[in-house]
């Protein structure tokens, strides 16, 4: 008889991807745990919080192993699955657990190996240990292949959204948002190049109203250049909020702008998508894979606040453009952007590695 389906991730339990995944597999009667560094709480999940003993969160990982390994032990798990390859990724491998999967999210494979021969080295070496290794987009996958990862072992799938969550019956009659912005205010999401567009964008549009989500580590900083810029009146800072209340906002608005420098899957993108707002994003793989310049949606470069203001004044200002690539949209997110279909996936995966076959 097979032991009871238990999954134990190894990931941030304050991540929002997290307790997706958690959440999802916990309702299809898996017994999910979360091993974490970050302490936070996942309805009908155990989450097994490990304080960080050092601030120095490699050190602090390591320190956490002999921990880890006694609550595997416990728990029995059935499949670790590692969330985040260059840090859980490379402790999941540490533990020597099989099956280990280790999911990739974006940074970890597409900046951090970048930046030293040592990470990569050792995230090669975690990769080595996975049985299994799941990429959130092609060019992510193409890039562990350039880094020497075994293709064989590689699946493409994206996380895609929940289409019963977002969806285009929450387009408002009134749309009473001219752009939307739900990237987090964090280095890599660039969204400093969305508020120095804004003036250009103002005085086209003087009654010009635009939404942040997202909060973030440079939302004060953002918030001053706004008010230098003499914005005020036309930005709300909305901060962190849940997916439903992401969705409600999504459907208020013409224009979704994502200014990022780089992503795995752009899930945001997939978002605005599924609601039917224009999107204006930057010209980088992740995106690439999702919209086709002046089809769906606009492609600009990460740098020049005027191209983005040109290009959303464009989307502004033709609203049966914006109608008919939001139709095509939702035809792509349907077909491929679909939480549920891929989550679907994962889950023959997850009975193949539990039965061996």
């Not at 996958?141 to 072992?153: E, F, S």
């Not at 660039?190 to 909060?215: D, H, K, M, T, W």
């Not at 978002?271 to 999107?279: T, V």
Request: net charge positive; with cysteine; aromatic share 8%.
């Amino acid at each position: 008889m097979l032991r009871k389906k238990t999954v134990c991730y190894l990931a941030s339990a304050k991540s929002i991807h997290t307790k997706r995944w958690a959440t999802h597999f916990s309702r299809l009667g898996y017994d999910v745990h979360v091993v974490s560094l970050d302490n936070d709480s996942i309805p009908d999940v155990r989450v097994h919080f490990l304080p960080p003993p050092v601030s120095f969160k490699p050190l602090a990982l390591l320190l956490t192993l002999p921990k880890i390994k006694r609550i595997l032990r416990k728990i029995r798990p059935r499949i670790l699955h590692a969330h985040y390859a260059t840090s859980y990724g490379v402790l999941g491998a540490l533990t020597g657990f099989r099956p280990l999967i280790i999911t990739a999210w974006g940074s970890d494979v597409l900046i951090l190996p970048r930046k030293s021969r040592m990470i990569r080295r050792v995230l090669l070496w975690s990769f080595r240990k996975a049985t299994l290794i799941t990429s959130m987009a092609g060019h992510m996958t193409a890039t562990l292949r350039d880094l020497g990862v075994d293709g064989q072992k590689i699946i493409t799938l994206p996380f895609g959204v929940d289409t019963a969550v977002f969806h285009p019956g929450l387009r408002a009659e009134a749309e009473d948002i001219d752009i939307i912005c739900t990237r987090p205010c964090e280095p890599v999401y660039n969204v400093e190049l969305l508020i120095r567009s804004l003036p250009q964008i103002v005085a086209r549009y003087p009654r010009l109203r635009c939404v942040f989500i997202g909060g973030g580590l440079q939302e004060q900083n953002l918030m001053a250049l706004a008010k230098e810029l003499g914005l005020e009146a036309h930005i709300q800072w909305v901060g962190r909020v849940s997916l439903p209340d992401v969705a409600k906002w999504l459907g208020r608005a013409k224009v979704f702008v994502s200014p990022s420098l780089s992503d795995g899957n752009n899930i945001s993108l997939n978002e605005a998508m599924a609601c039917g707002c224009f999107p204006v994003c930057t010209d980088i793989p992740a995106n690439q894979e999702w919209l086709k310049e002046g089809d769906n949606g606009y492609l600009v470069t990460v740098d020049k606040p005027e191209v983005l203001a040109d290009r959303v004044c464009r989307a502004l200002a033709d609203p049966k453009f914006r109608t008919r690539s939001a139709a095509k949209n939702w035809q792509i997110i349907s077909e491929r952007g679909d939480w549920n279909k891929h989550m679907a996936i994962m889950n023959e995966f997850y009975v193949k590695l539990m039965t061996g076959t």
